[in-house]
């Protein structure tokens, strides 16, 4: 115990960090840093101050399974009224699928948004950015008016790795690195294992851009949901499909905004208005690092394929859903120097597109309602004037 | 029971015009490329243009590309479908350029990419011309690097390029370049109109003992295509020096790694 002066706070204590040698890059970084936290001039126990982040995890890294585990439930801990864990299903190997349910609270039922991250295993710039973006939600809500008010009428559910035993598999070896599967066995007498998890959903399943060999990456499962994962979502989508506003399913690479469908032959109702809204975040990316993202349905812009999540989404009733295809153009092995840049404007992107839908949902409506009561009065007042000069 | 895709101990030798820092901006043997009309305007944004421009970019990195020049397509501004008939099908282009490793424009390209019919399996054929300076000036960092291999006292080699995390250390940097532009000879080849090619990551590579003034590598490629989303296993042997260029001299596909049939897929 050590006595400090009254002005403690971002005092230098020696803080007791733990070093952690990463693992692939062997870069040495801080993780649990402790430091000093005090009351009544007593040294009480150890909390890293640095600025308001009470907790020093590091965004500019990827993070293998464990780490985003404990930063789950940081978060958590750390922002007790807005954000609660969900579990919410188990892969093939039985690990849990958990998202971070985030919002003010509310008496009534609130419309929501669902981010999934990581339904392919390679895509590790995916999970880094629903980490980032919870992040950055938390961060922003109590001095930005507009995320508050987007935390006030809207929850977010967001599931950071969602492909989780495919994950942790390509953290395995550089031998495992690319896997995009889930790591369910073949069926049938196929030897290969593993389904694409984005070609599982019941949304004209099978018909387009798949393989029916099961050691393809294409491979859609035996029949519809086989993949306990893809079971997951549903059963937790499904029953909030009316609440739930807007749908967004993150991977990479490619740099696209993509919307409904992948089937080439069918158009969603609101294709224009999501042409419009992808356009609109393209432009809203571009502005902060000026990247171009290309947009357009999902089987115009990159190849037709069925039974996307995305499209499953779409098909029961979200009326707002996109898949995001994220940096660069050519590798699913990120340079970690990219993932802030990358966040940073899919950030801008995917806030454009909440933002819309909001103002769609909250705004609208009012201006309806007042737009009718200028009628009103406005007609009111001619009637009183005629009165008046007849 | 299914059939199984493999070529083995294919040999072909590619010759590069060689490399000069002065060339002139155009494609050395190239034709005016008369504003043909298109029979069908494309969007620029979608699929059918994005795949032609990337065979585009291979081909531009088979005839530019070295252990210190690397280019890339920034964008599709206008594209053109002609239907050859028997001849296949042929794209008509209009993409921005950009050198990678020094995140430069090199401004606009106009290229033909002609689709073979499926059946021929013959690669595309790309006329290319780009605008502006297309001048990247490598020789000093060519002629460095090349000399630094050859008063080596031992080979080189490295693997696990970039590592998980992105990283390619700086040393390694010519040798994913080196690599990249072996591979579009491959990617240029093995492309149609179902493709999008991609180098993925070098397993390894290694420096092999020449008697001549040719650098030799072998290297364990992996290539992403988009499409399928498989990962194609090459082995590559290739030579290079500033003067020669890069050349492939041996390409074999591990068809252990990859025991699907492409033709497998619903398109």
């Known amino acids: 115990m050590s006595y400090l002066p009254a002005n403690y706070k971002n005092v230098q204590c020696t803080p007791v960090c733990k070093q952690r040698q990463h693992a692939k890059s062997n870069k040495t970084r801080t993780s649990f840093c402790h430091a000093c936290f005090v009351t009544h001039g007593i040294l009480i126990f150890c909390r890293l101050i640095k600025g308001h982040e009470a907790r020093n995890y590091d965004y500019t890294i990827y ?17 007790p009224d807005v954000v609660t864990l969900v579990d919410y299903g188990s892969t093939y190997e039985n690990r849990t699928i958990s998202l971070l349910k985030i919002g003010l609270k509310s008496d009534v039922t609130k419309k929501a948004v669902w981010m999934d991250c990581g339904i392919h295993a390679r895509e590790w710039i995916s999970p880094a950015f629903c980490q980032y973006f919870v992040k950055e939600i938390l961060r922003t809500y109590k001095t930005d008016s507009k995320v ?62 798949v393989s029916q060999n099961c050691c393809s990456n294409v491979y859609p499962g035996f029949k519809a949901l086989s993949e306990a994962e893809a079971r997951s979502v549903v059963d937790f989508v499904e029953p909030r499909k009316n609440d739930i506003v807007c749908f967004f399913t993150i991977h990479s690479y490619g740099q696209l905004i993509l919307f409904p469908y992948g ?84 950030y801008a992107g995917v806030h454009s597109v909440i933002t819309y839908v909001h103002n769609k949902i909250f705004y609208s409506a009012a201006i309806t309602a007042s737009a009718t009561l200028w009628t009103t009065l406005s007609s009111s007042l001619l009637y009183f004037t005629l009165l008046y000069f007849t | 029971a299914h059939t199984v895709l493999y070529i083995t101990g294919l040999q072909f030798v590619l010759k590069l015009t060689p490399h000069t820092p002065a060339a002139s901006p155009s494609v050395p043997g190239q034709e005016d490329i008369q504003a043909a009309m298109p029979v069908e305007e494309l969007d620029p944004s979608h699929y059918p243009a994005t795949r032609a421009a990337k065979v585009a970019e291979h081909f531009i990195n088979t005839r530019y590309g070295s252990p210190f020049a690397w280019f890339g ?38 290229a033909e990419v002609l689709f073979h019919r499926a059946d021929e399996r013959k690669p595309p054929q790309v006329q290319c011309t780009c605008s502006g300076a297309f001048q990247v000036n490598t020789s000093a960092e060519e002629e460095d ?53 991609n180098m993925a990551h070098i397993d390894n590579f290694t420096q092999m003992e020449t008697k001549d003034a040719q650098l030799m590598f072998q290297y364990d490629i992996l290539l992403h295509d988009m499409v399928s989303q498989e990962i194609l296993k090459w082995k590559l042997l290739l030579s290079w020096s500033p003067d020669g260029g890069v050349k492939v001299l041996e390409a074999e596909w591990d068809p252990k790694c990859q025991a699907i049939p492409t033709s497998s897929i619903l398109y």
């Open chain 2, 73 to 110: 397509s920034s964008g599709v501004k206008k594209a053109g479908l002609e239907d050859m008939g028997v001849l296949g099908t042929k794209y008509h282009i209009e993409f921005t350029l950009k050198e990678m490793t020094r995140n430069q424009d090199m401004g606009l390209c106009s």
């Open chain 1, 148 to 209: 508050e008010e987007l935390l006030k009428n809207l929850d977010f559910y967001i599931t950071p790795v969602l492909n989780v035993d495919g994950y942790l598999y390509t953290w395995k070896d550089n031998t495992t690195r690319l896997w995009r599967k889930t790591r369910s066995p073949g069926t049938d007498g196929c030897d290969c294992i593993g389904t694409d998890l984005n070609r599982n959903f019941e949304a004209n399943w099978g018909m387009v851009g």
């Open chain 1, 263 to 346: 089937h080439p032959n069918v158009t969603a109702p609101n294709y224009n208005e999501l042409a419009e809204i992808s356009q609109a975040a393209a432009k809203a990316i571009k502005a902060v690092h000026g990247m171009t993202y290309t947009v357009g349905s999902f089987a115009e812009a990159l190849y037709p394929a069925a039974g996307s999540s995305m499209d499953w989404a779409r098909l029961i009733g979200i009326p707002f859903a996109f898949t995001f295809e994220l940096r660069d153009e050519g590798s699913f092995e990120l340079p970690e120097n990219q993932i802030l840049p990358t966040c940073e404007e899919t």
């Open chain 1, 63 to 79: 993070h293998p399974l464990a780490e985003i585990s404990t930063w789950m439930g940081q978060m958590v801990s750390e922002n």
């Open chain 2, 145 to 197: 690097l090349y000399q630094r291999l050859r008063n080596a006292t031992s080979l080189l080699s490295g693997s696990d390029i970039p590592n998980s995390v992105g990283h390619i250390d700086p040393e390694m940097a010519p040798f994913w370049h080196l690599g990249g532009v072996a591979s579009s000879f491959i990617m240029l080849r093995e492309s149609n109109e179902s493709t999008l090619l």
